[in-house]
Nanobody, 125 residues
Framework: QVQLVESGGGLVPPGGSLRLFCAAS????????LGWFRQAPGKEREFVAG????????YYADSVKGRATISRDNAEHTVYLQMTNLKPEDTAIYYC??????????????????WGQGTQVTVSS
């Protein structure tokens, strides 16, 4: 059974930091591009960060570039999203996603094969 389980969300003050975790199981982790999407109320889901199968290349949306770091541990089947200098506009549900690639250098997710259930991030004082 495929699972992507996010954790690490919560209430953070503006300017604060947090680290999101996504634990994966049930599929060949190192053959999948991993990434994070987010969806704020009333807005479309946005792809914010992605990482290649080997973890060598990353992609960031302009909205988080310079404030976000995505990483993965293929041995632990976990992907992380570290975010700093959080802003109220970062408030959203953050979803982990995976797309099969095999071997390659693409870090963007076009059509996820798997989704997590999401974790809420609220940036507010």
């Amino acid at each position: 059974q495929v699972q992507l389980v996010e954790s690490g969300g919560g209430l953070v003050p503006p300017g604060g930091s947090l680290r999101l975790f996504c634990a994966a199981s049930g599929f060949t982790f190192n053959r999948y591009i991993l990434g994070w999407f987010r969806q704020a109320p009333g807005k479309e889901r946005e792809f914010v960060a992605g990482i290649t199968t080997a973890g060598s290349l990353t992609y960031y949306a302009d909205s988080v570039k310079g404030r976000a770091t995505i990483s993965r541990d293929n041995a632990e089947h976990t992907v992380y999203l570290q975010m700093t200098n959080l802003k109220p506009e970062d408030t959203a549900i953050y979803y982990c996603a995976a797309e099969y690639q095999g071997i390659g250098t693409r870090a963007t997710i076009r059509s996820p094969d798997y989704w997590g259930q999401g974790t809420q991030v609220t940036v507010s004082s």
